[in-house]
């Protein structure tokens, strides 16, 4: 499993990768219904990974993570959303909850199986 800091890394080149296609192909991404779908779903990538990034930042600076880093992701990807079209806002908030939700299911059965072990030894 990957480290803190080397996850902070990867998640940041991952954001600066994906923001950079999406605002080169941000007119391809606007061209049709179904690439501004595409777009808002690029968005809510980006908000995952900058959820990452915060997370494992306040991780390694030990301050608790909470709603605070996911509201400051979630407005950077819509505003990163907004430079494409305005259907993407709403597509990337969709998107985002969504991801939201499965990280959250992904992170409480972690926390159980962790401290079910903990439990037996």
Same mark, same amino acid.
């Given at each position: /499993?990957?480290?803190?800091?080397?996850? /902070?890394?990867?998640?940041?080149?991952?954001?600066?990768?994906?923001?950079?296609?999406?605002? /080169?192909?941000?007119?391809?991404?606007?061209?049709?219904?179904?690439?501004?779908?595409?777009?808002?779903?690029?968005?809510?990538?980006?908000?995952?990974?900058?959820?990452?990034?915060?997370?494992?930042?306040?991780?390694?600076?030990?301050?608790?993570?909470?709603?605070?880093?996911?509201?400051?992701?979630?407005?950077?990807?819509?505003?990163?959303?907004?430079?494409?079209?305005?259907?993407?806002?709403?597509?990337?908030?969709?998107?985002?909850?969504?991801?939201?939700?499965?990280?959250?299911k992904i992170s409480a059965v972690t926390v159980s199986?962790?401290?079910?072990?903990?439990?037996?030894?």
């Open positions: /499993m990957a480290g803190s800091g080397s996850s /902070m890394l990867y998640s940041f080149l991952l954001f600066t990768v994906i923001l950079s296609l999406q605002e /080169m192909y941000r007119g391809k991404l606007a061209s049709s219904e179904l690439f501004t779908i595409l777009g808002g779903f690029i968005s809510s990538l980006l908000f995952l990974v900058l959820l990452t990034f915060i997370g494992n930042f306040q991780e390694a600076s030990g301050v608790k993570t909470g709603w605070g880093a996911v509201i400051l992701a979630e407005t950077v990807a819509l505003i990163a959303a907004s430079t494409v079209h305005r259907v993407c806002i709403t597509t990337c908030f969709l998107f985002s909850a969504g991801l939201l939700y499965e990280v959250n199986k962790i401290e079910s072990k903990a439990k037996r030894h």
